[in-house]
Each structure stands twice: as C-alpha cells, then as structure tokens.
C-alpha cells in the first residue's frame, strides 16, 4: 500500500498536486462551518432573489451582482441548493488558482515548483478563507488565468492568444472591478519593446480588443447621457484625481490637527502617504506566514531580478495593484487583510524562488520552513473554536415568532438571513438602534449580550423591554431576543 501510494506521488506532477491539494484543503475548511460570513450571506440572499424574483430585483439590490447570478443560475440548473454551490465554485476557482500559479513556477523556474505547492497552499494571505464563500475567488482565478496566458503569449504571439489576455480580465471585473488595472500592468510590461516596430504591434495585439471595447463603451456613453452603472459611477468617482487630491487634503488636514509642533504638522501629509503605504505593506508581510522566513536571508533577495525578468507581468500588476489599494485607503479609510491578499498572490513565484534559494542555502532551516509551512496549513482549515450556532437558533425563532423583518434589530444581520428574511446591506449601529429615533422604528431588538449587564438591565426597565428568548453558543456567546 505504501509503495503504491509513493508511485502515485511521483505520478502526481506539481500542478495536479496543487489542485487537488487545494481541494481537499477547501473540503475541510467548509466541513467544520457552520455559519456563513456576513459577506457569504449577502450572496447567498442575492442569489436567492435572483432565483425567485429575477435578475432586475436583484441589480435593484446590488450593483455588481455578477458572482450572485452565478450561484442563482447553478441552482435553477442542478438543482443543488445555493450555500452548496457557492463552496463548490469557490472551492474549484481556488483551485484552479492555485493549479496555474503553479504552472507559472513550473515553466519559468522548474526547481522551485514544489515549493510553489506548498506556498499557494500554505501562505495564509488567501488560504484563511477558505472556509467561506466570497466573488475574491473569481477575481482571483480569472486575473491568475489572464498573467497565465499572458506568459504563454510572450513564447508565442498570436490575435486570438491577446484577445484571450483580455477576456480573462473582463471575467475577472465581474467579480472585482479593480481587474481592469491588469490591462494596464500587461501594457506596462510591453515598455522595453517599443523601441522597435515588432514592439509596437505586439502592443496593438494586446490592446486591440480593448481598444475595441472602450470605442463601444463611450458611444454607448454619449447615446445613454452617462454611465447608469452605479458601480462604474463609484469606481470612476474613486479614481477622480480632484477627488483623491481632496480626499488626501481632507485627510493630511485632520491628522495635522493632532499634532503639536509645527514641523510635523508641515509634513503630515508625508507622514500620512508613507504611513499608509507603511500599513499596506506591513499587512503584505504579515499575511506571508512561515514565508517571509526566506527574506530574512540576503541572498533570497536576488530572486528578485528573476522575478522581474521571468514574472514581470506578476510584477507590474503587484505594482498597479499597490497603487489601487492606496487609492483605496485614501479615499475610503480603511483596508483589510482581504484586499492586500492580492498583492500575496501575486507574489506566489518569487516567495516559491526565494524558498528554494533559501532551502538550497540552508537545508535544516528549509525542513523548518517545510514544517512551519504545513502546520500553517492546517492551522488555515481546521478551527477548534466555538461555533456561531446561537445566530442560528435566534434566526430560526425569529422565522417561526416573529412576522416581518421590518421592525426587528439584530445587532448581527446573519441572525435575519437565517430567519429566511431579505438580508439587509446596511445596518445601523447598536447605541442608533436604542436611540429615541430607533426606537420609533424597531420593535424587536437581537443584542449580543448576556440579559444580566447593567447597562442592558437600566435601558430595558426605561423603555418597557423584557427578554423573549435567550440563545448561547458552546463557549457562552449569548445572543437575547428584547421586545414587549
């Protein structure tokens, strides 16, 4: 059994073992869930309105609801119901993510394929979320595909291989619009070529199709008067150079306020652009796990001329995307772990390079990073934590007590999905929920909190409010149902 097992292994070329690595991995990761995200949620019930009350209701709800259309089509046609076919697409688009990122180390930098494995399966930048259902998985996979045709089209040119290029983009918008910056980065990657005239055309092969597109898009634009597309409204708003100006202004003001000597308050602004970046690229780190090992070492960091000369599609889009997210945390504020994810992705072929360099160089410190990497795994997939099953059980007695949805608070708005309601896209904060104002609009109210605190005790006895039903969790998470 044993040797039979090792031929398998050694049958198994590196990509294949990416793919179905990832898969088992994903399996585990969504067999120990029992709550979906709040993102997973809103999905799931846009997907659910698209089934039963068709595609215009649920644009009506959200503006880019491509990836929840995709769900409510799989259903109608298996059958299968919605939760199952969001892990089964994300769970194969991961995959099929994983599976080229490894192809891509295997063409350009064969010795460090198997290290790429166990990167895109350990490194735990996009692995954490496995166990959810999210449109990442589609941006990911479709702008993975696009960097992947986009090296097999440097060996071998062709219309048809660049309108591939571009097609794989668009795909990818239609889970995250922010794709559209890998046209740019491909373009960017042609820069060197263009002092001849074969460089020239290679680049009008690319843009052609693109160039297509947005001659049909802006005679669209001046037939409709504007955009009707809220999201390409908010998107274009975002990029607006007038708006980031001010944004930063606003911003670069409010933090000079805080400030005591004027010499700071003269560089706030510097201070706030390389605090930002600072911030990003802290998170970029973070999120490497074990991986960021290797860099430590001086002689990893030559694997960055391989990088840019093997991957320099992964290496302008990893630079356009720095740019967006900064436009991003300018504009909007805040960032996330999921939104730098990207930039890790990207990354794949030169952490799997610098792993190799660093295993070759070091070959106990390697078995370390082997060993670290593959606890990181399962660390990624198995969670020993107490289960969120209280917002369960509270959204099923709100189904089978409770009428309608419009004069219920619930603190979490997973407790309304799972009372079978339309879930809600926004939600108003606990203290404006109990304010006089809303207390006018809601009746019921969904409070993580235990019925004994005070504070909770001083505001139900002023406003007439007594607990209807109580729920917890395995480690004491308590959700209480207020109301009459």
């Not at 490894?102 to 895109?120: E, F, I, M, N, T």
């Not at 449109?135 to 986009?150: D, K, M, N, P, T």
């Not at 201070?271 to 074990?290: E, T, V």
């Not at 390079?353 to 060993?371: C, D, E, Q, S, Y």
Request: hydrophobic share 55%.
């Amino acid at each position: 059994m044993q040797r039979a097992l090792s031929q398998f292994m050694q049958r198994l070329s590196p990509v294949h073992l990416a793919f179905w690595g990832s898969l088992l991995l994903s399996w585990i990761a969504v067999s120990g869930e029992t709550t979906l995200s709040k993102d997973a949620a809103l999905y799931i019930d846009l997907a659910r309105s698209f089934f039963d009350q068709g595609a215009a209701q649920t644009l009506q709800r959200f503006n880019w609801p491509w990836f929840a259309w995709l769900l409510g089509v799989t259903h109608w046609l298996t059958g299968i119901p919605l939760e199952t076919c969001g892990y089964l697409w994300c769970a194969l688009l991961l995959a099929g993510t994983c599976a080229l990122l490894v192809d891509c180390v295997l063409q350009r930098a064969p010795h460090a394929s198997y290290w790429a494995v166990l990167v895109v399966l350990a490194m735990p930048s996009f692995n954490v979320f496995r166990g959810d259902i999210l449109r990442e998985y589609g941006f990911w996979f479709f702008s993975v595909l696009a960097l992947w045709l986009a090296l097999r089209w440097e060996l071998r040119g062709g219309w048809w291989r660049a309108s591939g290029i571009q097609l794989a983009i668009f795909t990818a918008a239609l889970f995250r619009l922010e794709a559209l910056m890998l046209s740019a980065a491909v373009s960017l990657w042609l820069l060197p070529e263009l002092r001849s005239r074969s460089g020239w055309l290679r680049l009008l092969q690319l843009n052609l199709l693109p160039i297509l597109c947005l001659i049909f898009v802006l005679l669209w634009l001046l037939g409709s008067h504007g955009a009707s597309q809220k999201r390409v409204n908010a998107f274009l708003k975002l990029l607006s150079p007038s708006g980031l100006v001010l944004a930063f202004q606003t911003l670069t003001e409010q933090f000079s306020g805080t400030l005591k000597a004027k010499y700071s308050k003269d560089d706030a602004g510097q201070i706030i652009f390389f605090g930002l970046l600072a911030a990003i690229l802290f998170k970029f780190i973070k999120i490497l796990g074990p991986f960021m090992l290797p860099f430590l070492v001086r002689k990893s960091w030559g694997t960055l001329a391989t990088y840019r000369q093997k991957f320099a599609p992964f290496m302008w889009a990893w630079l356009l995307y720095l740019v967006v997210l900064m436009v991003f945390f300018i504009q909007q504020q805040f960032i996330n772990s999921r939104y730098v994810s990207f930039l890790d992705l990207l990354a794949v072929p030169l952490v799997a390079i610098a792993a190799a360099v660093f295993a070759g160089t070091f070959p106990r410190l390697g078995k370390l990073l082997m060993v670290l990497a593959l606890l990181v795994m399962l660390d990624n997939v198995i969670s020993l934590g107490a289960k969120k099953t209280h917002y369960i059980e509270a959204g099923h007695w709100l189904a089978q007590n409770i009428d309608s949805a419009d004069q219920v608070y619930a603190q979490d708005p997973r407790m309304i999905y799972y009372a079978g309601w339309v879930y809600p896209r926004k939600t108003v904060s606990l203290a404006k929920a109990m304010s006089p104002e809303g207390l006018e609009r809601y009746r019921y109210y969904l409070v993580e909190a235990d019925e004994q605190e005070p504070w909770l005790q001083d505001w139900m006895s002023k406003q007439g409010k007594k607990v209807l039903a109580k729920f917890s969790n395995r480690r004491g998470d308590t959700v209480v149902v207020l109301g009459d």
